[in-house]
């Protein structure tokens, strides 16, 4: 009969596993490992094409590694499993910190897709009814993103001032298109298309199930607290390795690749990219 893990004894047992399998994998003689934690989405992508050619030409031999729930790269870069990881924006790294008693810190801002609000039903936002359901992110940073999106829209009226990191449906103060509001994991957000008038997903998992950032019926206006990060252990920060990330994602030749590829239109792009 297999044995049953509790959810944190099952994450330690499967931590201790990919750190056996990283050790075991272990780089070349002379060549510095540098192991990488992703979420589904388009991240990976961008480091595999723009990022890792010019690491390997300093030596480093990159392992990526898959993450599927949003705690789990940081819990592994805060235990030493992995040296970094490219899925979140500051505001959920400083919330899940706090949550998680972890201390990471972000280095570099990335290219990232916006969240939007998507539909399988409606064509438009003016043809979305009263009543409509939406699926939301449930945890409450990204909560506040797709509230901020309905607002601009003039659907809610969110409490003036809330704090981002704890924001919930008990802020809205206006319904006035009394909109059926379903908090849910966000990762699940596009196959909810197929339940709900609208769902506002975000823009990793809109590229990871393959929605196009043009098919959004409205998408957000990102600002930098939204833009996502690199994050390493507070300690590591100015080690070597992370700066080699940060002088990556900072060159000319990063810029090229990504502007380059057509499937990364419509991405918000960090402030040190050059501009036309």
């Known amino acids: 009969m297999p044995t049953l893990f509790c959810g944190a004894a099952r994450r330690r047992f499967l931590l201790a596993g990919l750190a056996?399998?990283?050790i075991a994998a272990g780089p070349a003689a002379g060549a510095t490992e540098l192991s990488v934690g992703f979420m589904p989405g388009p991240y990976r992508d961008a480091f595999t094409k723009g990022i890792a050619p010019q690491l390997e030409k300093q030596g480093y031999v990159i392992k990526y590694v898959e993450f599927s729930q949003g705690v789990q790269p940081n819990d592994a870069v805060e235990r030493g499993q992995i040296q970094a990881n490219i899925?979140?924006?500051?505001?959920?790294?400083?919330a899940t910190n706090k949550r998680q008693g972890f201390d990471l810190v972000p280095v570099v801002h990335v290219p990232t897709p916006p969240m939007g609000l998507y539909s399988q039903r409606h064509k438009s936002l003016a043809s979305v009814p009263d009543g409509a359901t939406v699926t939301l992110p449930a945890d409450p940073v990204n909560a506040a993103r797709?509230?901020?999106?309905?607002?601009?829209?003039?659907?809610?009226?969110?409490?003036?001032g809330v704090d981002p990191i704890s924001v919930s449906e008990r802020d809205i103060v206006a319904n006035p298109k009394k909109l059926k509001l379903v908090p849910l994991d966000a990762a699940q957000a596009p196959r909810s298309l197929a339940d709900a008038d609208l769902a506002a997903v975000q823009g990793n998992f809109a590229v990871a199930s393959g929605l196009k950032l043009t098919?959004?019926?409205?998408?957000?206006?990102?600002?930098?607290?939204?833009?996502?990060?690199?994050?390493?252990?507070?300690?590591?920060a100015n080690a070597r390795f992370a700066q080699d990330i940060v002088a990556a994602y900072r060159s000319p030749e990063f810029q090229k690749v990504f502007q380059a590829n057509p499937v990364w239109a419509g991405y918000r792009l960090p402030d040190y990219f050059k501009k036309d």
């Open 146 to 160: 797709a509230l901020n999106i309905l607002a601009a829209v003039g659907w809610v009226q969110v409490k003036p």
């Open 215 to 236: 098919e959004a019926l409205k998408l957000e206006d990102m600002t930098l607290p939204y833009v996502n990060v690199v994050a390493v252990k507070r300690g590591h």
């Open 20 to 22: 056996g399998a990283l």
């Open 87 to 94: 899925f979140q924006h500051s505001l959920y790294l400083e």
